[in-house]
């Protein structure tokens, strides 16, 4: 049972009397007490079951128990969405005084939260650049108290080095946040290198057929527990419908992710050859400024391909127009490939040399690689370029 398709199947809730053989949906708002003394025991937190699904849930639970294994992480809690899971991460250990340390490049609303939120309760950041390693030891300040960061990064594919950075933050005692939402346990498991908390977005490729909206912070165990004391009191929980669906998709995801990652590869370097591309940005192609790390940290390069287009704006807005099979919506992860021009729309609001900061080019296209036939996705790439 330790390796990670049969956990990704087996790790199942117990049988009910009914002898089902795919775990059901247990749709409860709360669960029953045996006698008084049960109900005070678990209350008194002397027993492990359920009492509230605002709490835990059988369906919420199995999923998370699935994660746990998959990401080698001690425990668990799921939530409403990836940024509940982000929030909690990060509010359940700073306070006022405290400061955090963040890569610049960031999922957006984890930016505004770091940004825009954070600061109202007394809580400071610094930003630090992904290709200045060296410059990240300097940031940290006596009450700097978490590291965040993402790797690969959104959209530009920049990477860091997980190894490099589990050793920074245990030698200054810092608590090591990675938002794994891009590479799924089965690329990439940050807790093997120090990572204290796991973040998720499961909406991408977990889910990975673009349906629920759902998240998880994993952990350190005593650290976990602080997680879900502020989850279980300020109710960010994830629906047992959500959970239900998540662990079901998590059944497939080392044969999903394979035929991401291989469509991504075959796409990556086919684009290298067409002229209207100037550069293409793919972590396992030999192109890539950080290949080596990527072939070492990650066992593929992930489904999402970023790239330039010759003609700037213009031709970056033209292209998703003529794009018949494509989706032009803002998800990723899902089996239906996505095409996104983020300077023109997740980015708008910054200017162009901030942009340019977080490596979003004008004519910057990103693909969210899906699971049709790699032909047609070419096809349709093709007739559009
Ligand atoms: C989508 C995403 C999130 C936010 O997740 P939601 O499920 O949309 O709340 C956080 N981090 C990354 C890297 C993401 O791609």
Request: net charge negative.
């Amino acid at each position: 049972m330790e390796n990670f398709e049969t956990q990704a199947i087996r790790l199942q809730t117990p049988r009910t009397d009914y002898r089902e053989h795919s775990t059901p949906l247990f749709v409860s708002s709360s669960f029953v007490f045996d006698d008084a003394e049960q109900a005070r025991a678990l209350f008194a937190d002397e027993i492990e079951g359920n009492i509230y699904t605002r709490f835990s849930n059988p369906n919420n639970t199995e999923f998370i128990d699935k994660m746990c294994a998959l990401e080698h992480t001690e425990d668990g809690v799921a939530t409403a969405s990836g940024m509940s899971a982000m929030f909690l991460s990060i509010a359940s250990f700073l306070k006022a005084g405290d400061h955090l340390l963040a890569s610049r490049s960031l999922f957006g609303s984890t930016h505004q939260i770091i940004t825009k939120i954070l600061p109202r309760w007394g809580i400071a950041h610094t930003y630090v650049d992904m290709d200045k390693p060296e410059t990240w030891e300097q940031a940290i300040q006596p009450n700097t108290k978490m590291i965040f960061a993402e790797t690969p990064s959104n959209p530009a594919l920049d990477l860091i080095d997980l190894e490099w950075l589990g050793a920074l933050s245990k030698k200054h005692g810092l608590i090591l946040n990675i938002d794994n939402c891009f590479c799924t346990p089965y690329l990439q498991t940050p807790a093997k290198y120090g990572a204290d908390l796991v973040t998720h977005s499961a909406t991408k490729w977990i889910d990975g057929q673009g349906r629920v909206i759902g998240g998880c912070v994993l952990g350190r165990k005593d650290l976990i527990s602080e997680v879900r004391f502020m989850a279980r009191h300020t109710g960010p929980s994830l629906s047992p419908f959500n959970g239900w669906i998540l662990s079901k998709s998590l059944e497939t995801l080392p044969v999903r992710m394979e035929r991401h990652c291989s469509n991504a590869l075959a796409l990556a370097e086919w684009l290298e050859k067409q002229p209207q591309v100037r550069y293409v940005k793919y972590p396992h192609l030999p192109t890539h400024p950080q290949f080596e790390l990527a072939k070492r940290q990650m066992r593929f390069g992930g489904g999402i391909v970023t790239f330039e287009l010759t003609g700037g704006l213009e031709h970056g807005r033209a292209f998703l127009d003529k794009l018949q099979m494509l989706s032009h919506t803002s998800n990723l992860g899902d089996t239906r490939s996505i095409a996104t021009h983020p300077s023109s729309t997740t980015h708008a609001k910054l200017t162009s040399e901030e942009r340019l900061a977080v490596g979003i080019t004008d004519g910057l296209i990103r693909v969210s690689v899906g699971l049709e036939h790699i032909d047609d996705i070419k096809a349709d790439i093709a007739q559009a370029l």
